[in-house]
């Protein structure tokens, strides 16, 4: 059997075929070069706009790869026709195999890409003998094609989240769609501000922004603003994801605060290496850490009266009725208030101030529970923290799309992979 016979089965176009296939003698890497030519008097596709127009002249080869065969990389040869298009000018041919300029084959790029999603862009890369560079600009184009394919209606319920890159130094804003039958990345935007979540509802458009139901967000400041005035319509919801957050980083503060001062006065510092102990769920910890944890709550540390208020906040969500739930936060709250730490305080007056959106996660019947947006959040960090490659937030949003956007993907694409 020979290769084109393959090729045909795998990949036919109508207007092009197989021609000779050879070695590449002078290649570092065992290639093979696939000749294509266009049928006999067959008149070419205009590249811009697609119409047969009449051929202008030829140019020189160019090679565009395919997806290796047993180890052997494989490029399609082929001189691309000029047309002369009355609309369009003089313009390069359409080539079913590659769309644009790209030195890839569309199908080489959907093989690559997906091996992107279980591998991270330097493991496809090294499998495959291609560089990071080929591997970025697959996925880059498959999540342009998806972006430009995928459905936005019957959106009803989003996610606002946020989180932090290169080190912390900048902040990346994530929508997430979270109803129930679909559950997928939105949008990514730089910064969160004002400015970036306008541009979220912006490109949103406005018939689907009145038609969203729910809205879970952090109490960051800017994100309320926004929400109020774009999606008036729409419950917004604080969530509990977002909420335990808080308390765990104002739990932080008054642990890393305290054990400073302990060192300075040279008490033995019973509170190093605690933080874990303090920030997991009792349930999670192990029998070592549980041993430990009842020894510091023996010490009447600030450390530890943080601790036990976040731990009694967690009986706030059991509640069903928004009224017994609201009667419970206030208490919460005022027993907060005096407790002198300040960390805890700040938490405790943001509740405060929020109380009829804490209270909508109860009139939205918890539906939307903090484990959607939380496992996008873990999901996204490892996303950006796993490939040292992302340099530039370009960079960083085609991989979280790619990772969480449940993008669509044309037929052809499934075909190799
Ligand atoms: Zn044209």
Redesign the pocket.
């Known amino acids: 059997m020979q290769l084109k016979t393959i090729l045909n089965r795998v990949q036919k176009f109508t207007s092009f075929v197989y021609g000779a296939v050879r070695w590449v003698d002078s290649a570092s890497v065992p290639t093979l070069e696939v000749q294509i030519h266009a049928r006999v008097n067959s008149r070419p596709l205009?590249g811009?706009?697609g119409?047969r127009?009449p051929g202008y002249d030829t140019l020189p080869e160019r090679r565009f790869e395919f997806i290796p065969l047993w180890g052997n990389k494989v490029f399609f040869v082929y001189a691309p026709r000029r047309v002369s298009?009355p609309?369009?000018g003089i313009?390069v041919e359409r080539m079913p195999w590659v769309a644009g300029k790209h030195r890839l084959t569309d199908t080489y790029a959907w093989f690559l890409a997906g091996w992107a999603k279980r591998l991270s862009w330097h493991e496809v890369a090294e499998a495959f003998h291609t560089s990071w560079d080929h591997v970025f600009d697959s996925v880059e184009r498959a999540v342009a094609w998806g972006r430009a394919h995928q459905d936005l209606s019957g959106v009803i319920a989003i996610g606002i989240d946020e989180i932090a890159w290169q080190r912390g130094h900048r902040y990346l804003t994530l929508v997430y769609q979270i109803d129930a039958d679909c559950k997928r990345l939105l949008w990514i935007g730089e910064k969160r501000t004002v400015k970036t979540l306008l541009r979220f509802f912006r490109w949103f458009g406005p018939a689907r922004n009145q038609a969203l139901q729910f809205i879970c967000s952090d109490m960051w400041k800017p994100y309320l603003k926004v929400i109020a005035r774009k999606a008036g319509t729409a419950v917004h919801i604080l969530d509990r994801y977002h909420i335990m957050t808080h308390l765990s980083k104002a739990i932080d503060e008054v642990r890393a605060h305290e054990a400073r001062e302990l060192k300075e006065k040279g008490y033995e510092p019973v509170l190093t290496k605690t933080r874990w102990l303090l920030l997991k769920r009792p349930e999670h910890l192990t029998d070592t850490q549980e041993t430990r944890l009842a020894d510091l709550l023996r010490y009447n540390l600030r450390s530890i009266r943080s601790y036990l208020l976040k731990e009694e906040f967690q009986l706030f969500w059991l509640y069903t009725s928004p009224y017994w739930a609201g009667q419970f936060l206030d208490r919460w709250c005022t027993r907060t208030m005096r407790s002198k730490l300040d960390p805890m305080k700040r938490v405790a007056k943001m509740l405060r101030r929020h109380r009829p959106l804490l209270l909508n996660w109860f009139r939205a019947k918890k539906q939307f529970s903090s484990g959607i947006v939380e496992g996008f959040n873990t999901k996204a960090k490892l996303t950006t923290r796993k490939a040292y490659g992302f340099r530039t937030y370009h960079a960083v949003e085609i991989a979280l799309y790619h990772a969480l956007g449940a993008l669509p993907a044309p037929k052809t694409a499934h075909k190799f992979f």
């Open positions: 205009c811009q706009c119409r127009r298009c609309s369009c313009r």
